[in-house]
């Protein structure tokens, strides 16, 4: 196949505007996340963690989008900042409940709906109700082919 082909083949074009609707994204997401002071992996442990008694250190790597070994790091950053504790799981020696502290829940509080509301218009501009519904399922199909590889 030649380079001509694969712009032309329909499932390679959408290579480009995905990447390039989330770097848009990540850029616009990223400033307003940095204008409250946090960074996006440290508003992303928050927001996790935020009205929640917690999760284990398991729980929060699989539903954050950091890697485990960045993970750590941040972890520690918003324990010295007083955001958060760790605490030992009763029953088990090797589990660790992360939770926020009552400042880092203040914190979620003030900044999540803050981040949420900032991001709502830019969806709303450029998808109806309707869209979003259809292409949410694809986005996760879209995803999920990609798992396990």
């Not at 994204?25 to 508003?43: D, N």
């Not at 950053?77 to 926020?100: C, F, H, S, Y």
């Not at 709502?120 to 292409?135: C, D, G, I, Q, S």
């Amino acid at each position: 196949m030649s380079v001509r082909d694969y712009r032309r083949d329909p499932y390679l074009s959408l290579l480009r505007p995905l990447v390039e609707a989330y770097l848009a994204f990540y850029r616009v997401g990223t400033r307003h996340i940095e204008s409250m002071g946090l960074t996006p992996a440290q508003f992303d442990v928050i927001a996790e963690l935020g009205d929640t008694d917690g999760l284990t250190c398991v729980e929060l790597g699989e539903a954050t989008l950091i890697t485990k070994g960045t993970l750590t790091g941040v972890l520690d950053r918003l324990e010295a900042k007083r955001l958060l504790v760790r605490e030992q799981v009763q029953g088990d020696r090797r589990a660790t409940n992360i939770r926020l502290t009552s400042q880092g829940e203040a914190l979620f509080q003030k900044t999540f709906p803050a981040h949420a509301k900032f991001l709502k218009p830019y969806f709303e501009h450029a998808l109806t109700k309707e869209e979003v519904k259809l292409m949410k399922p694809l986005l996760n199909r879209l995803r999920d082919s990609f798992e396990g590889s």
